[in-house]
């Protein structure tokens, strides 16, 4: 099933009203919105015009002055310097597969540790051994049929003797 768009109006007394329950929101709702990948858009409550950018930077202002910033002035100094440039265009594009790269690593990351954190110790290092003790098995059987084969003695199906 299709997810419709949210729509939140923005006043001019910088209020937001969300369309879908009918009722004045908070910017820091319109981030939970983000967070729980609600798929939404903010216009101008008279023009129309799209303002979800500017709320979206809005509420990134608001965090980065708050606690540990993530993006730091340098970060921020090199992004800009990127606007009027030829390659403008394409820094969007990068920095979102970027960050989509990071993302998938992350999961992965979690899935593993979560793989981990569900064994015990002990499980852990049996399964360790257990694998060790394979890959020594067939290192081992590599290293006699290796000998076999190069016995004149054994080859043949002769035995020494």
């Not at 100094?77 to 960050?99: A, N, W």
């Not at 590599?142 to 190069?150: E, H, R, V």
């Amino acid at each position: 099933m299709a997810q419709t768009m949210r729509t939140i109006k923005k006043y001019p007394n910088r209020r937001l009203y969300d369309t879908e329950i009918s009722s004045y929101i908070t910017l820091e709702e319109v981030r939970q919105l983000v967070l729980d990948n609600e798929t939404f858009e903010v216009r101008d409550a008279k023009s129309g015009e799209d303002l979800t950018r500017s709320v979206l930077l809005q509420i990134i202002s608001e965090h980065e002055e708050k606690g540990q910033p993530m993006l730091s002035p340098q970060l921020l100094s090199q992004i800009i310097r990127f606007y009027g440039d030829s390659l403008q265009g394409f820094m969007g594009p990068y920095l979102e597969r970027s960050l989509q790269v990071f993302l998938d690593q992350q999961q992965q990351f979690r899935t593993q540790l979560n793989t981990m954190l569900g064994q015990t110790p002990w499980s852990m290092l049996n399964e360790l051994t257990e694998r060790n003790m394979e890959a020594w098995k067939s290192m081992q059987r590599g290293l006699l049929d290796t000998a076999t084969q190069a016995n004149p003695a054994t080859r043949g199906g002769k035995k020494p003797g």
